[in-house]
Every structure is written in structure tokens, then in C-alpha cells.
């Protein structure tokens, strides 16, 4: 966030972080689709593998989580992703929150 000290900084800047803000939520929509996508694909590796392998059942499912090891590393780091986006648009909005608060305080101050 920027060091804000006049009305129209603060109006930029809260400007600003709604621009950042409808970049996020337009990120993390894309993120979350990716995460669904990475999810299916591993459903269906690990299925697919399951289902071609001869054994008990426990060790078939052992194979078929270790032939998916590499495509549930895939989901795993679209996970964090999601995670990351989520986490700055928190920031975001905490920041929103924040400028805010100084324009309350910036009108409080000119009216005495």
C-alpha cells in the first residue's frame, strides 16, 4: 500500500486496489477451474491404474498412487496457487480496509 496523504491519493489509491482486487477474483476463478481440472486427471490416472493392476486391493491402490505420484504433484501445486491468490486478495482487501480507515481519519482531521 502506498503512503497516502491527501483525498485524491486516497481515492487512487483505493481505486487501485479495486483494479487488483477484480484481477484476484478473476485469477483465482481461473486458478480454481485449473485445480478441477488437475483433481479429474488424477481421479482418472488413478483410477485407470487401479483397474490394471491384478492384487489385493491394497496393492493395487498402492500402485496405481504411485504411477499418479507425478500428476497428484500437479494438483498439489495448482492447490498452492489457489491458495497463494486467495491469500493476496486478503491482503487486498486488508489494504482496501486500510486506505479506508485514513480517509475516515483525513475527513475527521478537516472538519476540525
Do not use: C, H, W
Not at 37 to 51: G, H, P, S, T, Y
Amino acid at each position: 500500500m502506498q503512503t497516502t496523504s491527501s483525498p485524491t491519493q486516497i481515492i487512487q489509491e483505493l481505486q487501485r486496489l479495486i483494479q487488483e482486487n477484480q484481477r484476484g477474483n478473476n485469477a483465482l476463478y481461473d486458478a480454481e477451474i485449473e485445480l478441477a481440472d488437475a483433481e479429474a486427471e488424477l481421479d482418472r490416472v488413478e483410477n485407470k491404474a487401479f483397474i490394471a493392476r491384478d492384487g489385493t486391493v491394497a496393492d493395487r491402490t498402492a500402485l496405481a498412487r504411485l504411477e499418479a505420484n507425478e500428476v497428484r504433484l500437479k494438483r498439489d501445486l495448482k492447490r498452492i496457487e489457489r491458495d497463494r491468490i486467495k491469500q493476496k486478495i486478503r491482503a487486498i482487501e486488508s489494504a482496501m480496509t486500510a486506505t479506508q480507515t485514513m480517509s475516515k481519519m483525513l475527513d475527521l482531521e478537516s472538519r476540525i
